[in-house]
């Protein structure tokens, strides 16, 4: 299914996510999934919450740099060869994948995608 994620860019020093985990706790919204990805300069936090638009604006009015995206949330089984199942109906319809995080818990993973295009995603993992 198609979902949106926040993307927030911030300075990879010591408590900056702290500030934007804080402030969106502040807003009454809860985090569901997160990756942070970091350089020497910077990080990006991409997280799934429960209230984009609420999380955004909240963010905004802080003074970050947010983005919201369109990604896929999946649910798939945590067994050998399932991710590469779903990477291969995607590599078929000519769907790139930029990134993917994730956890898998008591024999399911849920996954969250970048694709290039979200909806032909959907159309190829049904």
């Known amino acids: ?4 994620q926040l993307s927030v860019f911030l300075e990879n ?8 985990s804080t402030c969106l706790g502040k807003a009454g919204v ?11 300069e910077y990080g990006i936090a991409r997280m799934i919450v429960d ?9 905004r009015e802080a003074g970050y740099n947010v983005n ?7 649910n798939i089984p945590d067994a050998p060869g399932a991710l590469s ?3 291969a109906k995607l590599a078929a319809g000519g769907v790139n994948v930029s990134y993917i995080y994730g956890y898998s818990s008591e024999g399911s993973a849920n996954l969250v995608l970048k694709v290039g295009d979200p909806e032909e ?3 190829l993992l049904k």
Do not use: P, Q, R, W
Not at 1 to 4: A, G, L, R
Not at 13 to 20: E, K, Q, S
Not at 51 to 59: H, I, S, V
């Open 51 to 59: 209230d984009e638009k609420k999380g955004a604006e909240a963010l």
């Open 30 to 40: 809860n985090i569901s999934a997160l990756s942070l990805a970091e350089t020497a």
């Open 1 to 4: 299914m198609i979902i949106k």
């Open 121 to 123: 995603a959907c159309k």
């Open 13 to 20: 020093a010591t408590g900056h996510f702290l500030g934007i």
């Open 68 to 74: 919201l995206a369109d990604v896929i949330g999946m």
């Open 85 to 87: 199942e779903v990477l």
